[in-house]
C-alpha cells in the first residue's frame, strides 16, 4: 500500500463548477499537508499549507484536513479554465520527508 | 526573483555519454532536493541534501550521483545514462520545514 494515494483522473469538469480533490494516506505521524499545481512544462507551485487537522481558506480554493480519518481534500469554488492543471498532494512528518500523491490531472471546459 | 534555476529544460543523449544537470537557487535555502516524474508514478525523491556537503539518498538513487560545495548550488550527475532513465527531473529547495520551491523541470531522453 502507498503511504499516499491520489486518483489520477482525469477529471474535467464545466467552468463554474466545483472540483473536490482529495488523498488518503496511512502514516498516522504526518502533521504538513500541501497541495501543489502544476501547470503543463512547469514545476509544481505551492498552492496550500495547512498543519495538523482543519480547514484553510485562500479565495476559491479551501483546504480540509481530516486527521482522524487520514483524509484531505482540496476544493476549488466556480472552477476557471484557468485552474486547468495537474494538482499534487504532499505530506510530511515533522523534519520528515515530503511524500506526494500521483497527482490529479484536472481540465476545467469553457 | 526568488527562484530554482534547472539547465538544460530539454536534453537528448545516448546511452553511456556522462551528463550533468545544473541546478541553482537565490534564496539561500539549506535543503535542496532532486525528484523524477514519471507517469503513473508521481514524483521520486533522488537525492537530497541538508546543507553544504551533506547528502544522502532518497528512494531512487540508483545511477545517479550529487554534490552540494556550495549552498546555491546542487548538480545531477549520470555517470552512465541509461534508457529508464529517460524522465522528468526537477530540483527543489527549501529552509527547514518550510514547503520545496520546484525549478521548472529539465526533460531528458536517453536512447
Known amino acids: 500500500q502507498k503511504e499516499v494515494e491520489q486518483d489520477p483522473g482525469p477529471l474535467s469538469v464545466p467552468e463554474g463548477a466545483i472540483v473536490s480533490l482529495n488523498c488518503t494516506y496511512s502514516?498516522?505521524?504526518?502533521?504538513?499537508f500541501m497541495w501543489y499545481r502544476q501547470y503543463s512544462r512547469k514545476g509544481p507551485e505551492l498552492l496550500m499549507y495547512?498543519?495538523?487537522?482543519g480547514n484553510k481558506e485562500d479565495g476559491r480554493f479551501t483546504a480540509q484536513v481530516d486527521k482522524s480519518s487520514k483524509y484531505i481534500s482540496l476544493f476549488i469554488r466556480d472552477s476557471q479554465p484557468s485552474d486547468s492543471a495537474t494538482y499534487l498532494c504532499?505530506?510530511?512528518?515533522?523534519?520528515?520527508?515530503?511524500?506526494f500523491g500521483q497527482g490529479t490531472e484536472l481540465s476545467v471546459k469553457p | 526573483e526568488a527562484q530554482v534555476t534547472q539547465n538544460p529544460r530539454y536534453l537528448i543523449t545516448v546511452t553511456g555519454k556522462k551528463l550533468t544537470v545544473t541546478c541553482s537557487q537565490n534564496?539561500?535555502?539549506?535543503?535542496m532536493s532532486w525528484y523524477r516524474q514519471d507517469p503513473g508514478l508521481g514524483l521520486r525523491q533522488i537525492y537530497y541534501?541538508?546543507?553544504?556537503?551533506?547528502?544522502d539518498k532518497g528512494d531512487v538513487p540508483e545511477g545517479y550521483k550529487v554534490s552540494r560545495k556550495e549552498k546555491r548550488n546542487f548538480p545531477l550527475i549520470l555517470e552512465s545514462p541509461s534508457p529508464n532513465q529517460t524522465s522528468l527531473y526537477f530540483c527543489?529547495?527549501?529552509?527547514?520545514?518550510?514547503?520545496?520551491?520546484f525549478g521548472n523541470g529539465t526533460r531528458l531522453t536517453v536512447t
Open positions: 527543489a529547495s527549501s529552509s527547514p520545514g518550510a514547503p520545496l520551491h
Open positions: 502514516n498516522s505521524a504526518f502533521q504538513y
Open positions: 495547512t498543519y495538523s487537522s
Open positions: 504532499a505530506m510530511s512528518a515533522i523534519r520528515g520527508k515530503l511524500i
Open positions: 534564496m539561500n535555502h539549506e535543503y
Open positions: 541534501s541538508m546543507n553544504v556537503e551533506v547528502t
